[in-house]
């Protein structure tokens, strides 16, 4: 898993109904706290601000890294996606993707 830092654009691995945000909605980090926590803002085309909201690692990946401005690998994403499913759900992944494999 790619570590989150500052900046860095996340995408939600949870839906967040307090907030009107649902798996897949981008952010910015725009804080790290003590605890490991992450300050997480939402905005719209506009640049304005949706919501706020501090959230845990395993809420969210990593999509794109600002200190190295580079998007992350579609592999990494996948993982990191794949790695937060319930195990049964990963198998049902791994079953499609080898039905995929034999097309």
């Known amino acids: 898993m790619i570590k989150p830092d500052l900046f860095d654009v996340v995408e939600l691995l949870i839906t967040l109904p307090d907030h009107d945000l649902k798996v ?5 980090i725009v804080e790290l706290y003590p605890d490991g926590s992450y300050e997480v803002e939402f905005s719209n085309d506009q640049g304005e601000t949706l919501a706020l909201c501090p959230l845990s690692s395993e809420q969210f990946m990593v999509v794109w890294q600002a200190k190295t401005k580079a998007w992350v690998s579609l592999a990494d994403r ?12 990963q198998q049902e992944v791994l079953d499609f993707a080898f039905s995929l494999c034999q097309n």
């Open 78 to 89: 996948l993982m990191a996606l794949i790695n937060h499913l319930p195990n049964e759900r």
């Open 24 to 28: 897949g909605e981008q952010g910015t």
